[in-house]
């Protein structure tokens, strides 16, 4: 007779009937073996580094391009011939979003499996018009984006990215206070002593959009003759790096945002501080899932057990990683979950694959669909334990979040799952030993949010939120527990084999 055995005969009927009927979810830590501890932190350094290397839409787009061709993925409109199973293809929508696919081995007609995340997050952008100078200071006018608190974005040190297009179309990269050296910009704050008045006001009040101009420069041109020295200087300066005028500003994608680099956090390195886990954690989680399917074994297995066989390379279904941009701003334009991107791509596979080119094939693969909106959680906070139901409220080390229903209020704005598929995705987690839980965005009409689900539910497919459990969301420093990432893309990568 087993210790398990033995344990239970001392347990009375009412702590036996209590194991088996209430929720325990216990801490994933506690539970990961020591051969798995290795696997875990390896994988959050690689993650640590993607955000290093992508803290914009285009960048993310970029870097998820490089690594899909380094598994042997193929530009969809370079294919020729038929597709058969296996084949392995991705598609890169404008520099800012991309949709990679692995073909299966059943009929796209069955449906596919999408695992869709976002990868833009809130940041400040440089208007069209944006370099002024005041008080001989060279200064930067800004327009927020996505949901910020104002206020957390002064005094850090930020970095500029993006991209300007110059005289004959020539893109022009920028990339300036992320490397060692390199100068970085801020937005300033009042200092105490003069901020009495300004401390009165509400949070929401003190410090509006349009308070939130970056500092960019304080040496004046040396001429006596021209007015707005310093402004002149700046503007030479660029001239001389990047060959620009300041109407080249206009129709920019220019973006400010945090200096700092991926970190560990606490004593036990077990959690990752940087900007933009909301939602290039899941959208990382995602791309190396359908990495690993492309290539069994690339990624060093843990407890999800060990690398597949080269068969495994070919999927029963086909499957899809779906990253969007905009989704901080409702998903619109066409880099968006709003857009028919997704759609587009399916419908050429379809066609490429030789199921037909109809409306109604695709339609009928879409119907068939399941997908997972990857995105992140608020995790509960004991610093603020009155906005949370501790009873659905996501926890850090406790696994992948399930968000059954999305939305505020009275789930106004967004996305509710059926309960079918619900139980699904329970019993793929939990056939897998994944560890998984529920996650409500607060109380009830405490606030709440959206996702890119609603988009693709409108379509016909099966769609359920799930995540990652994130500490000051939307801050320019944002925390998640790397066990979470690591269950996160296990999770993906189970249903994207078996969904």
Same mark, same amino acid.
Not at 15 to 22: G, H, M, N, Q, V
């Given at each position: 007779?087993?210790?398990?055995?033995?344990?239970? #005969?001392?347990?009375?009927?009412?702590?036996?009937?209590?194991?088996?009927?209430?929720?325990?979810?216990?801490?994933?830590?506690?539970?990961?073996?020591?051969?798995?501890?290795?696997?875990?932190?390896?994988?959050?350094?690689?993650?640590?580094?993607?955000?290093?290397?992508?803290?914009? $839409?285009?960048?993310?787009?970029?870097?998820? !391009? !490089?690594? /899909?061709?380094?598994?042997?993925?193929?530009?969809?409109?370079?294919?020729?011939?038929?597709?058969?199973?296996?084949?392995?293809?991705?598609?890169?929508?404008?520099?800012?979003?991309?949709?990679?696919?692995?073909?299966?081995?059943? @009929? &796209?007609?069955?449906?596919?499996?999408?695992?869709?995340?976002?990868?833009?997050?809130?940041?400040?952008?440089?208007?069209?018009? @944006?370099?002024?100078?005041?008080?001989?200071?060279?200064?930067?006018?800004?327009?927020?984006?996505?949901?910020?608190?104002?206020?957390?974005?002064?005094?850090? @040190?930020?970095?500029?990215?993006?991209?300007?297009?110059?005289?004959?179309?020539?893109?022009?990269?920028?990339?300036?206070?992320?490397?060692?050296?390199?100068?970085?910009?801020?937005?300033?704050?009042?200092?105490?002593?003069?901020?009495? $008045?300004?401390?009165?006001?509400?949070?929401?009040?003190?410090?509006?959009?349009?308070?939130?101009?970056? /500092?960019?420069?304080?040496? =004046?041109?040396?001429?006596?003759?021209?007015?707005?020295?310093?402004?002149?200087?700046?503007?030479?300066?660029?001239?001389?790096?990047?060959?620009?005028?300041?109407?080249?500003?206009?129709?920019?994608?220019?973006?400010?945002?945090?200096?700092?680099?991926?970190?560990?956090?606490?004593?036990?390195?077990?959690?990752?501080?940087?900007?933009?886990?909301?939602?290039?954690?899941?959208?990382?989680?995602?791309?190396?899932?359908?990495?690993?399917?492309?290539? =069994?074994?690339?990624?060093?297995?843990?407890?999800?057990?060990?690398?597949?066989?080269?068969?495994?390379?070919?999927?029963?279904?086909?499957?899809?990683?779906?990253?969007?941009?905009? #989704?901080?701003?409702?998903?619109?334009?066409?880099?968006?979950?709003?857009?028919?991107?997704?759609?587009?791509?399916?419908?050429?596979?379809? $066609?490429?694959?030789?199921?037909?080119?109809?409306?109604?094939?695709?339609?009928?693969?879409?119907?068939?669909?399941?997908?997972?909106?990857?995105?992140?959680?608020?995790?509960?906070?004991?610093?603020?334990?009155?906005?949370?139901?501790?009873?659905?409220?996501?926890?850090?080390?406790?696994? /992948?979040?399930?968000?059954?229903?999305?939305?505020?209020?009275?789930?106004?704005?967004?996305?509710?799952?059926?309960?079918?598929?619900?139980?699904?995705?329970?019993?793929? &987690?939990?056939?897998?030993?994944?560890?998984?839980?529920?996650?409500?965005?607060?109380?009830?009409?405490?606030?709440?949010?959206?996702?890119?689900?609603?988009?693709?539910?409108?379509?016909?497919? !099966?769609?359920?939120?799930?995540?990652? =459990?994130?500490?000051?969301?939307?801050?320019?420093?944002?925390?998640?527990?790397?066990?979470?990432?690591?269950?996160?893309?296990?999770?993906?990568?189970?249903?994207?084999?078996?969904?």
């Amino acid at each position: 007779m087993g210790g398990d055995d033995r344990q239970n #005969e001392t347990k009375s009927e009412g702590e036996l009937l209590r194991e088996k009927l209430f929720v325990n979810k216990k801490n994933s830590w506690e539970e990961a073996e020591p051969e798995e501890l290795e696997g875990i932190h390896r994988f959050a350094e690689d993650y640590k580094d993607f955000l290093n290397r992508g803290k914009t $839409e285009r960048e993310c787009t970029s870097r998820a !391009e !490089e690594l /899909l061709r380094a598994r042997g993925f193929s530009d969809i409109d370079t294919l020729k011939g038929p597709l058969s199973p296996g084949a392995k293809l991705y598609r890169n929508n404008r520099g800012k979003s991309l949709v990679a696919a692995v073909i299966g081995r059943a @009929p &796209l007609s069955g449906g596919v499996n999408i695992v869709g995340a976002h990868i833009d997050s809130p940041r400040i952008d440089l208007k069209d018009n @944006p370099l002024y100078e005041e008080g001989e200071f060279a200064l930067l006018d800004t327009h927020y984006y996505g949901g910020i608190k104002n206020y957390q974005w002064t005094t850090i @040190p930020l970095a500029l990215h993006g991209v300007l297009i110059g005289p004959e179309g020539k893109v022009i990269e920028i990339r300036v206070g992320e490397e060692e050296g390199d100068p970085v910009f801020t937005v300033t704050d009042l200092l105490p002593h003069l901020a009495r $008045e300004q401390m009165q006001k509400k949070v929401s009040e003190f410090l509006t959009g349009e308070d939130l101009d970056i /500092l960019a420069g304080s040496r =004046p041109f040396r001429d006596s003759k021209v007015k707005e020295k310093v402004k002149l200087n700046l503007l030479n300066l660029l001239y001389e790096r990047y060959g620009i005028v300041e109407q080249d500003f206009a129709g920019g994608e220019l973006e400010f945002v945090p200096a700092h680099k991926a970190r560990d956090v606490g004593f036990d390195r077990s959690m990752i501080g940087a900007y933009g886990h909301d939602d290039r954690s899941c959208a990382w989680a995602a791309l190396q899932a359908i990495l690993e399917i492309a290539l =069994p074994g690339a990624i060093p297995p843990g407890s999800a057990g060990k690398a597949p066989s080269d068969g495994a390379a070919v999927p029963e279904k086909t499957v899809i990683c779906f990253l969007s941009d905009k #989704e901080e701003i409702g998903s619109a334009g066409n880099t968006g979950a709003q857009s028919r991107m997704l759609e587009n791509c399916i419908a050429q596979i379809c $066609e490429s694959a030789g199921e037909g080119a109809s409306e109604l094939a695709l339609r009928r693969v879409l119907d068939r669909s399941a997908m997972l909106s990857a995105d992140v959680n608020s995790a509960y906070d004991p610093n603020y334990d009155s906005v949370y139901d501790k009873k659905n409220a996501s926890f850090f080390g406790k696994g /992948l979040v399930l968000s059954k229903a999305t939305g505020s209020g009275g789930k106004f704005g967004g996305s509710e799952a059926n309960a079918e598929f619900y139980r699904k995705l329970r019993d793929i &987690l939990d056939r897998n030993r994944i560890p998984w839980q529920y996650g409500d965005l607060g109380k009830v009409d405490k606030g709440g949010g959206g996702t890119i689900a609603k988009y693709p539910a409108n379509l016909g497919i !099966e769609v359920l939120d799930c995540g990652i =459990p994130v500490l000051s969301m939307h801050s320019p420093f944002e925390v998640i527990s790397k066990i979470d990432l690591y269950s996160t893309w296990r999770a993906y990568l189970a249903f994207l084999r078996e969904a």
